[in-house]
Nanobody, 121 residues
């Protein structure tokens, strides 16, 4: 299995940017489709973006298109989420996840512990 550790969360003013990182260890990272999810207080967890094993295909939730960019560096066993033009409604705990399935997978087997992002106006 694979272990995931997120970092890069914090406090940022609306309109600002943050880059989240997710470091993987364990089995071969390039074997896994990876994704970022988020969960805001009182809300259900939602997918933010996903990236294929090779990094050549991506998926974004509609509300994140054009503002967020997911990428991965398999040599460094790391996946990133660049978040620009942040809004207060982006405030949430952000989770990294990995699956043996493809980009369209609805379930992810491996999860990190999450990193908090707070956007203030």
């Amino acid at each position: 299995q694979v272990q995931l550790v997120e970092s890069g969360g914090g406090l940022v003013q609306a309109g600002g940017s943050l880059r989240l990182s997710c470091a993987a260890s364990g089995r071969t990272f390039s074997n896994y489709t990876t994704a970022w999810f988020r969960q805001a207080p009182g809300k259900e967890r939602e997918i933010v973006a996903a990236i294929s094993r090779s990094g050549d295909s991506t998926y974004y939730a509609d509300s994140m298109k054009g503002r967020f960019t997911i990428s991965r560096d398999n040599a460094k066993n790391t996946v990133y989420l660049q978040m620009n033009s942040l809004k207060p409604e982006d405030t949430a705990v952000y989770y990294c996840a990995a699956t043996n399935g493809g980009l369209g997978s609805r379930s992810y087997e491996y999860w990190g512990q999450g990193t908090q992002v707070i956007v203030f106006s």
